[in-house]
Protein backbone atom coordinates (compact mmCIF):
# COMPACT_ATOMS: atom_id res chain seq x y z
CA UNK A 1 0.00 0.00 0.00
CA UNK A 2 1.62 3.37 -0.77
CA UNK A 3 -0.95 5.81 -0.29
CA UNK A 4 -3.22 6.73 2.72
CA UNK A 5 -6.95 5.54 2.08
CA UNK A 6 -9.21 9.21 2.26
CA UNK A 7 -11.01 8.77 5.58
CA UNK A 8 -14.58 7.85 5.01
CA UNK A 9 -17.57 10.89 6.72
CA UNK A 10 -21.32 10.53 7.23
CA UNK A 11 -23.22 10.73 4.53
CA UNK A 12 -25.38 13.44 7.08
CA UNK A 13 -29.30 14.20 6.71
CA UNK A 14 -29.25 15.50 3.57
CA UNK A 15 -28.61 13.38 1.12
CA UNK A 16 -31.51 12.34 -0.71
CA UNK A 17 -31.24 15.29 -3.61
CA UNK A 18 -27.42 14.36 -4.16
CA UNK A 19 -27.77 10.55 -3.93
CA UNK A 20 -31.88 9.37 -4.06
CA UNK A 21 -33.03 12.46 -6.13
CA UNK A 22 -36.36 11.34 -7.95
CA UNK A 23 -37.54 8.91 -4.70
CA UNK A 24 -37.67 12.20 -2.56
CA UNK A 25 -38.81 14.08 -5.55
CA UNK A 26 -36.42 16.43 -6.57
CA UNK A 27 -35.82 17.81 -9.78
CA UNK A 28 -32.59 15.66 -10.79
CA UNK A 29 -32.42 12.22 -11.89
CA UNK A 30 -31.37 9.32 -10.07
CA UNK A 31 -28.96 6.33 -11.19
CA UNK A 32 -30.95 3.82 -9.32
CA UNK A 33 -33.57 3.37 -6.72
CA UNK A 34 -35.90 1.10 -5.03
CA UNK A 35 -37.24 -0.57 -8.34
CA UNK A 36 -33.95 -2.61 -9.51
CA UNK A 37 -35.55 -5.09 -11.97
CA UNK A 38 -37.28 -3.83 -15.27
CA UNK A 39 -39.85 -6.02 -16.85
CA UNK A 40 -37.74 -7.93 -19.05
CA UNK A 41 -35.42 -9.35 -16.38
CA UNK A 42 -35.71 -12.55 -15.31
CA UNK A 43 -36.31 -13.96 -12.39
CA UNK A 44 -38.86 -15.03 -9.28
CA UNK A 45 -40.04 -11.18 -8.39
CA UNK A 46 -39.62 -10.54 -4.94
CA UNK A 47 -40.02 -7.27 -2.38
CA UNK A 48 -37.40 -7.07 0.33
CA UNK A 49 -38.62 -4.37 3.11
CA UNK A 50 -37.71 -3.52 6.56
CA UNK A 51 -36.22 -0.60 8.99
CA UNK A 52 -33.40 0.09 10.33
CA UNK A 53 -33.46 0.56 14.46
CA UNK A 54 -31.07 2.63 16.54
CA UNK A 55 -29.75 1.45 19.95
CA UNK A 56 -33.01 2.82 21.81
CA UNK A 57 -35.37 1.03 19.60
CA UNK A 58 -36.27 4.10 17.61
CA UNK A 59 -36.81 3.57 14.00
CA UNK A 60 -34.26 5.46 11.70
CA UNK A 61 -36.04 8.06 9.29
CA UNK A 62 -33.12 8.56 7.54
CA UNK A 63 -30.87 6.01 6.92
CA UNK A 64 -29.38 5.15 3.53
CA UNK A 65 -29.57 1.06 2.25
CA UNK A 66 -27.48 0.23 -1.05
CA UNK A 67 -27.82 -3.53 -2.55
CA UNK A 68 -25.55 -5.11 -4.65
CA UNK A 69 -26.57 -8.72 -5.60
CA UNK A 70 -26.51 -11.34 -8.19
CA UNK A 71 -28.96 -11.99 -11.17
CA UNK A 72 -31.27 -15.61 -11.10
CA UNK A 73 -28.47 -17.24 -12.79
CA UNK A 74 -26.04 -15.97 -9.95
CA UNK A 75 -24.19 -14.08 -12.31
CA UNK A 76 -22.67 -10.49 -11.38
CA UNK A 77 -22.88 -7.42 -13.79
CA UNK A 78 -19.34 -6.73 -13.45
CA UNK A 79 -16.22 -7.71 -15.31
CA UNK A 80 -14.79 -9.66 -12.87
CA UNK A 81 -17.27 -12.01 -13.04
CA UNK A 82 -16.19 -14.02 -16.07
CA UNK A 83 -19.61 -15.34 -16.44
CA UNK A 84 -21.18 -12.38 -18.10
CA UNK A 85 -24.34 -11.43 -16.81
CA UNK A 86 -28.29 -10.71 -18.14
CA UNK A 87 -27.26 -7.37 -19.43
CA UNK A 88 -30.75 -5.93 -18.66
CA UNK A 89 -30.36 -6.51 -14.80
CA UNK A 90 -27.86 -4.05 -12.98
CA UNK A 91 -27.94 -5.25 -9.46
CA UNK A 92 -27.36 -2.32 -8.08
CA UNK A 93 -30.40 -0.63 -5.98
CA UNK A 94 -30.59 2.41 -3.39
CA UNK A 95 -33.13 2.98 -0.84
CA UNK A 96 -33.76 6.10 1.76
CA UNK A 97 -36.31 5.67 4.81
CA UNK A 98 -37.00 9.11 4.75
CA UNK A 99 -39.82 8.52 2.05
CA UNK A 100 -42.11 5.59 3.50
CA UNK A 101 -44.45 6.35 5.73
CA UNK A 102 -43.35 3.17 8.19
CA UNK A 103 -39.46 4.53 7.42
CA UNK A 104 -39.06 1.35 5.73
CA UNK A 105 -36.27 0.39 2.78
CA UNK A 106 -38.27 -1.22 0.02
CA UNK A 107 -36.74 -3.19 -2.70
CA UNK A 108 -38.62 -4.68 -5.63
CA UNK A 109 -36.18 -7.39 -7.14
CA UNK A 110 -35.51 -10.73 -8.72
CA UNK A 111 -34.49 -13.22 -6.25
CA UNK A 112 -30.35 -14.33 -6.99
CA UNK A 113 -29.32 -17.22 -7.90
CA UNK A 114 -26.06 -18.59 -5.54
CA UNK A 115 -22.73 -17.00 -6.51
CA UNK A 116 -20.86 -19.92 -6.79
CA UNK A 117 -20.98 -23.79 -4.54
CA UNK A 118 -20.42 -22.31 -1.39
CA UNK A 119 -22.74 -19.19 -0.93
CA UNK A 120 -26.28 -19.57 -0.28
CA UNK A 121 -28.39 -16.84 -2.25
CA UNK A 122 -27.32 -13.35 -0.63
CA UNK A 123 -28.18 -9.66 -1.26
CA UNK A 124 -24.91 -7.46 -0.17
CA UNK A 125 -25.71 -4.44 1.73
CA UNK A 126 -24.16 -1.02 2.58
CA UNK A 127 -25.54 0.59 5.06
CA UNK A 128 -24.89 4.39 6.04
CA UNK A 129 -26.55 7.40 7.89
CA UNK A 130 -26.60 10.14 9.22
CA UNK A 131 -24.23 9.55 12.89
CA UNK A 132 -22.54 6.70 10.79
CA UNK A 133 -18.62 7.98 10.26
CA UNK A 134 -18.01 4.71 8.21
CA UNK A 135 -20.56 3.03 6.28
CA UNK A 136 -21.31 -0.76 7.45
CA UNK A 137 -21.71 -3.88 5.21
CA UNK A 138 -23.78 -6.84 5.99
CA UNK A 139 -25.97 -9.47 3.90
CA UNK A 140 -29.73 -10.87 3.08
CA UNK A 141 -30.18 -14.49 3.10
CA UNK A 142 -33.27 -15.83 2.86
CA UNK A 143 -35.17 -18.20 5.33
CA UNK A 144 -36.48 -20.38 2.66
CA UNK A 145 -33.15 -21.43 1.14
CA UNK A 146 -31.56 -25.03 2.27
CA UNK A 147 -28.07 -23.73 1.11
CA UNK A 148 -28.46 -21.50 4.02
CA UNK A 149 -26.82 -24.48 5.98
CA UNK A 150 -23.58 -24.74 4.12
CA UNK A 151 -22.84 -20.90 3.14
CA UNK A 152 -19.66 -20.60 3.94
CA UNK A 153 -20.26 -16.81 5.58
CA UNK A 154 -22.88 -17.45 7.47
CA UNK A 155 -21.05 -20.31 9.14
CA UNK A 156 -18.39 -17.81 10.38
CA UNK A 157 -21.19 -15.93 12.07
CA UNK A 158 -21.66 -17.33 15.75
CA UNK A 159 -25.12 -19.08 15.46
CA UNK A 160 -26.93 -17.26 18.24
CA UNK A 161 -26.37 -14.11 15.61
CA UNK A 162 -26.89 -15.77 11.76
CA UNK A 163 -31.12 -14.78 12.49
CA UNK A 164 -29.92 -11.43 12.12
CA UNK A 165 -29.02 -11.78 8.44
CA UNK A 166 -31.75 -13.78 7.25
CA UNK A 167 -34.96 -12.46 6.05
CA UNK A 168 -38.47 -13.73 6.55
CA UNK A 169 -41.27 -14.35 4.73
CA UNK A 170 -44.00 -12.61 5.56
CA UNK A 171 -46.46 -13.63 2.57
CA UNK A 172 -46.94 -12.73 -1.32
CA UNK A 173 -43.58 -12.18 -2.37
CA UNK A 174 -42.42 -10.27 0.31
CA UNK A 175 -39.68 -10.29 2.52
CA UNK A 176 -38.72 -8.64 5.80
CA UNK A 177 -35.41 -8.11 7.11
CA UNK A 178 -34.86 -5.02 9.82
CA UNK A 179 -31.15 -3.78 10.66
CA UNK A 180 -30.56 -3.26 14.56
CA UNK A 181 -27.86 -1.24 15.21
CA UNK A 182 -27.49 -2.38 18.74
CA UNK A 183 -29.35 -4.59 21.47
CA UNK A 184 -29.75 -8.33 21.58
CA UNK A 185 -30.88 -8.51 17.95
CA UNK A 186 -27.89 -6.23 16.79
CA UNK A 187 -27.13 -6.94 13.05
CA UNK A 188 -24.44 -8.89 12.24
CA UNK A 189 -21.86 -6.77 10.13
CA UNK A 190 -18.97 -7.60 8.25
CA UNK A 191 -15.06 -6.40 7.65
CA UNK A 192 -14.26 -7.46 3.83
CA UNK B 1 -6.47 -18.41 -0.55
CA UNK B 2 -7.74 -14.41 -0.60
CA UNK B 3 -5.82 -11.53 -1.14
CA UNK B 4 -6.52 -8.57 1.42
CA UNK B 5 -4.00 -6.13 -0.30
CA UNK B 6 -7.21 -3.87 -0.66
CA UNK B 7 -8.39 -4.03 3.06
CA UNK B 8 -9.63 -1.66 4.56
CA UNK B 9 -7.56 0.79 6.35
CA UNK B 10 -9.22 0.91 9.90
CA UNK B 11 -6.72 2.84 11.43
CA UNK B 12 -6.98 5.62 8.71
CA UNK B 13 -10.76 5.75 9.35
CA UNK B 14 -13.19 7.45 11.86
CA UNK B 15 -14.49 4.89 14.26
CA UNK B 16 -18.45 4.06 14.34
CA UNK B 17 -18.39 5.32 17.98
CA UNK B 18 -17.08 8.88 18.43
CA UNK B 19 -19.12 10.71 21.52
CA UNK B 20 -18.33 14.42 20.89
CA UNK B 21 -20.33 13.18 17.49
CA UNK B 22 -24.07 12.71 19.84
CA UNK B 23 -25.77 10.37 16.53
CA UNK B 24 -23.08 8.34 16.94
CA UNK B 25 -24.25 6.78 20.30
CA UNK B 26 -26.85 5.39 19.29
CA UNK B 27 -26.17 4.69 15.55
CA UNK B 28 -23.00 2.50 16.17
CA UNK B 29 -22.52 -1.38 16.00
CA UNK B 30 -21.20 -2.21 19.63
CA UNK B 31 -19.84 -5.44 18.04
CA UNK B 32 -16.99 -5.37 16.33
CA UNK B 33 -17.85 -6.09 12.39
CA UNK B 34 -17.13 -9.98 11.89
CA UNK B 35 -14.10 -10.45 9.29
CA UNK B 36 -14.57 -12.32 5.84
CA UNK B 37 -12.65 -13.45 3.23
CA UNK B 38 -13.50 -11.88 0.36
CA UNK B 39 -16.17 -13.40 -2.85
CA UNK B 40 -16.97 -13.26 -5.86
CA UNK B 41 -19.92 -11.28 -3.97
CA UNK B 42 -17.49 -8.53 -2.92
CA UNK B 43 -14.51 -8.33 -5.51
CA UNK B 44 -17.49 -7.12 -8.37
CA UNK B 45 -19.69 -4.09 -7.41
CA UNK B 46 -22.07 -1.60 -9.69
CA UNK B 47 -20.45 -0.37 -12.49
CA UNK B 48 -21.57 3.20 -13.17
CA UNK B 49 -19.52 4.75 -16.08
CA UNK B 50 -20.26 7.38 -18.46
CA UNK B 51 -23.46 6.79 -19.51
CA UNK B 52 -24.70 7.62 -16.20
CA UNK B 53 -23.60 10.97 -16.52
CA UNK B 54 -25.80 13.41 -18.84
CA UNK B 55 -25.37 17.13 -19.75
CA UNK B 56 -24.53 19.83 -17.02
CA UNK B 57 -24.37 17.23 -14.59
CA UNK B 58 -20.74 18.14 -13.12
CA UNK B 59 -21.96 21.58 -13.15
CA UNK B 60 -23.59 22.66 -10.51
CA UNK B 61 -24.03 26.76 -11.34
CA UNK B 62 -26.03 25.07 -14.19
CA UNK B 63 -27.87 22.32 -13.48
CA UNK B 64 -30.74 24.13 -11.28
CA UNK B 65 -30.92 26.89 -12.71
CA UNK B 66 -34.39 28.30 -12.73
CA UNK B 67 -34.42 32.02 -13.97
CA UNK B 68 -31.03 33.29 -13.64
CA UNK B 69 -27.64 32.33 -12.40
CA UNK B 70 -27.03 31.12 -8.34
CA UNK B 71 -25.46 33.29 -6.12
CA UNK B 72 -21.80 32.57 -4.81
CA UNK B 73 -18.17 32.67 -5.28
CA UNK B 74 -17.81 30.15 -8.19
CA UNK B 75 -15.52 27.33 -7.68
CA UNK B 76 -13.94 24.42 -9.46
CA UNK B 77 -13.36 21.12 -7.65
CA UNK B 78 -11.17 18.89 -9.43
CA UNK B 79 -8.67 15.60 -8.77
CA UNK B 80 -7.80 12.03 -9.14
CA UNK B 81 -9.39 9.10 -8.06
CA UNK B 82 -6.72 6.52 -6.66
CA UNK B 83 -6.49 3.40 -5.75
CA UNK B 84 -3.97 2.98 -2.55
CA UNK B 85 -1.40 1.60 -4.80
CA UNK B 86 -1.32 4.93 -7.14
CA UNK B 87 -3.36 3.53 -9.77
CA UNK B 88 -5.58 5.97 -11.34
CA UNK B 89 -8.82 4.85 -11.64
CA UNK B 90 -10.73 5.80 -15.11
CA UNK B 91 -14.55 5.45 -15.52
CA UNK B 92 -15.71 5.67 -12.02
CA UNK B 93 -18.36 7.91 -10.64
CA UNK B 94 -18.55 10.80 -8.34
CA UNK B 95 -22.06 11.74 -6.90
CA UNK B 96 -21.24 15.05 -5.12
CA UNK B 97 -24.14 17.42 -2.89
CA UNK B 98 -23.80 20.29 -0.93
CA UNK B 99 -25.30 23.37 1.06
CA UNK B 100 -25.82 26.71 -0.90
CA UNK B 101 -23.64 29.64 -0.59
CA UNK B 102 -25.69 30.89 2.16
CA UNK B 103 -25.54 27.41 4.22
CA UNK B 104 -28.86 25.84 3.49
CA UNK B 105 -29.77 22.64 2.00
CA UNK B 106 -32.69 22.09 -0.70
CA UNK B 107 -33.69 18.80 1.79
CA UNK B 108 -36.62 19.55 3.18
CA UNK B 109 -35.30 18.38 6.56
CA UNK B 110 -32.84 21.33 6.84
CA UNK B 111 -34.86 24.00 8.77
CA UNK B 112 -32.12 26.61 8.80
CA UNK B 113 -33.04 30.05 8.99
CA UNK B 114 -30.91 30.60 5.47
CA UNK B 115 -32.02 31.20 2.15
CA UNK B 116 -32.74 29.28 -0.37
CA UNK B 117 -31.38 30.04 -3.82
CA UNK B 118 -33.94 29.36 -6.58
CA UNK B 119 -31.00 28.65 -9.12
CA UNK B 120 -28.61 26.31 -6.69
CA UNK B 121 -29.90 22.30 -6.28
CA UNK B 122 -26.47 21.08 -4.54
CA UNK B 123 -26.54 18.03 -6.39
CA UNK B 124 -23.87 16.88 -9.29
CA UNK B 125 -22.55 13.96 -10.87
CA UNK B 126 -18.72 13.19 -12.75
CA UNK B 127 -16.99 9.96 -14.23
CA UNK B 128 -13.69 10.11 -14.18
CA UNK B 129 -11.52 10.18 -17.53
CA UNK B 130 -8.55 7.78 -18.82
CA UNK B 131 -6.38 9.44 -16.21
CA UNK B 132 -8.58 9.27 -12.92
CA UNK B 133 -9.41 12.91 -13.39
CA UNK B 134 -12.76 14.04 -12.67
CA UNK B 135 -13.67 18.02 -12.33
CA UNK B 136 -16.57 20.06 -10.86
CA UNK B 137 -17.85 23.60 -11.16
CA UNK B 138 -19.97 24.44 -8.33
CA UNK B 139 -20.57 27.60 -6.03
CA UNK B 140 -18.50 27.51 -2.22
CA UNK B 141 -20.80 25.70 0.00
CA UNK B 142 -21.71 27.83 2.93
CA UNK B 143 -20.98 27.19 7.08
CA UNK B 144 -24.37 26.02 8.98
CA UNK B 145 -25.41 25.50 12.62
CA UNK B 146 -26.36 21.93 13.56
CA UNK B 147 -27.77 20.59 16.64
CA UNK B 148 -24.83 18.82 17.82
CA UNK B 149 -24.03 20.93 21.12
CA UNK B 150 -24.50 24.84 21.83
CA UNK B 151 -23.19 26.90 19.21
CA UNK B 152 -22.42 23.77 16.90
CA UNK B 153 -21.17 25.12 13.61
CA UNK B 154 -20.05 22.54 10.55
CA UNK B 155 -17.31 23.68 8.23
CA UNK B 156 -18.36 24.40 5.22
CA UNK B 157 -17.98 21.02 2.79
CA UNK B 158 -18.92 19.49 0.15
CA UNK B 159 -20.32 15.80 0.23
CA UNK B 160 -18.63 13.00 -1.77
CA UNK B 161 -19.69 9.72 -3.05
CA UNK B 162 -17.67 7.28 -4.76
CA UNK B 163 -18.00 3.54 -6.01
CA UNK B 164 -14.23 2.42 -7.07
CA UNK B 165 -13.83 -1.08 -9.42
CA UNK B 166 -15.47 -2.92 -6.57
CA UNK B 167 -17.91 -3.50 -3.45
CA UNK B 168 -15.61 -2.95 -1.07
CA UNK B 169 -14.53 0.09 -2.49
CA UNK B 170 -17.27 2.70 -1.65
CA UNK B 171 -16.47 6.04 -0.63
CA UNK B 172 -18.44 8.25 1.48
CA UNK B 173 -17.05 11.09 2.40
CA UNK B 174 -16.69 15.13 3.09
CA UNK B 175 -14.39 17.51 1.15
CA UNK B 176 -13.32 20.67 3.30
CA UNK B 177 -11.85 23.58 2.54
CA UNK B 178 -7.92 25.09 3.55
CA UNK B 179 -7.91 27.65 6.64
CA UNK B 180 -11.74 27.08 7.55
CA UNK B 181 -11.35 27.92 11.46
CA UNK B 182 -14.47 25.91 12.11
CA UNK B 183 -12.14 22.45 11.41
CA UNK B 184 -10.89 22.76 14.57
CA UNK B 185 -14.13 22.78 16.76
CA UNK B 186 -16.08 20.09 14.18
CA UNK B 187 -16.52 17.03 15.84
CA UNK B 188 -17.31 15.25 12.56
CA UNK B 189 -14.01 16.15 11.48
CA UNK B 190 -12.08 15.83 14.42
CA UNK B 191 -13.45 11.57 14.69
CA UNK B 192 -10.86 10.80 11.99
CA UNK B 193 -7.46 9.76 12.95
CA UNK B 194 -4.65 12.89 13.36
CA UNK B 195 -2.61 10.97 11.13
CA UNK B 196 -5.42 11.00 7.73
CA UNK B 197 -7.37 14.36 8.38
CA UNK B 198 -5.25 16.35 6.05
CA UNK B 199 -6.46 14.12 3.44
CA UNK B 200 -10.19 15.86 3.86
CA UNK B 201 -8.76 19.12 2.83
CA UNK B 202 -8.69 20.38 -0.85
CA UNK B 203 -5.67 22.71 -1.67
CA UNK B 204 -6.09 25.33 -3.59
CA UNK B 205 -5.03 26.08 -6.76
CA UNK B 206 -4.02 28.46 -9.25
CA UNK B 207 -3.63 25.92 -11.74
CA UNK B 208 -6.92 24.79 -11.28
CA UNK B 209 -8.42 28.56 -11.48
CA UNK B 210 -9.77 29.55 -14.17
CA UNK B 211 -8.59 33.22 -14.93
CA UNK B 212 -11.70 35.48 -14.40
CA UNK B 213 -14.35 33.21 -13.15
CA UNK B 214 -13.79 30.77 -10.91
CA UNK B 215 -11.22 30.04 -7.89
CA UNK B 216 -9.64 26.48 -8.12
CA UNK B 217 -9.38 23.58 -5.58
CA UNK B 218 -7.94 19.93 -5.51
CA UNK B 219 -9.16 17.22 -3.97
CA UNK B 220 -7.83 13.96 -4.92
CA UNK B 221 -8.99 10.59 -3.54
CA UNK B 222 -7.64 7.49 -2.62
CA UNK B 223 -10.02 4.31 -2.61
CA UNK B 224 -9.19 0.76 -1.81
CA UNK B 225 -7.37 -0.96 -4.08
CA UNK B 226 -8.47 -3.64 -6.86
CA UNK B 227 -5.65 -6.19 -6.02
CA UNK B 228 -8.17 -8.59 -4.22
CA UNK B 229 -8.83 -12.40 -5.73
CA UNK B 230 -11.75 -14.64 -4.53
CA UNK B 231 -11.21 -16.98 -2.00
CA UNK B 232 -11.93 -20.54 -3.39
CA UNK B 233 -15.20 -21.96 -3.79
Redesign the interface.
Known amino acids: ???????????????????S?EQYG????S??GGDMAPPEVEGQRIRVEGRVF???G?V?P?ALI?I?Q?DAEGR??????PRGSNATF???GRFGT?TDRQSRFIFDTIKPGS?????AP?L?V?L??????????T?IYFADEAANAMD??LN??PAERRHTLIAQPVGGNVYRFDIH??GVD??????? | MTDTSNARDWAGQPPYLAPDYKSTLLRSPSKPPIKLPQTISEITGPVYGHESVTGNDADLTLNGRRNGEPLGERIIVTGRVLGDDGTPLPNTLLEIWQANACGRYVHKADQHDAPLDPNFLGGGRCVTDANGVYRFMTVKPGAYPWGNHINAWRPQHIHFSLFGPSFVTRLVTQMYFPGDPLLPLDPIFLATPAATRSLLIAEFSLDATESGYALGYKFDIVLRGRNATPMEA
Request: proline share 5%; hydrophobic share 45%; no cysteine.
Open positions: MNLRQTPSQTVGPYFAYGLPYDFGITDGAAVDEWAYAHPADKGFGVDAGQHNITMRGMLLHAFRKVVVMQETVFFDV
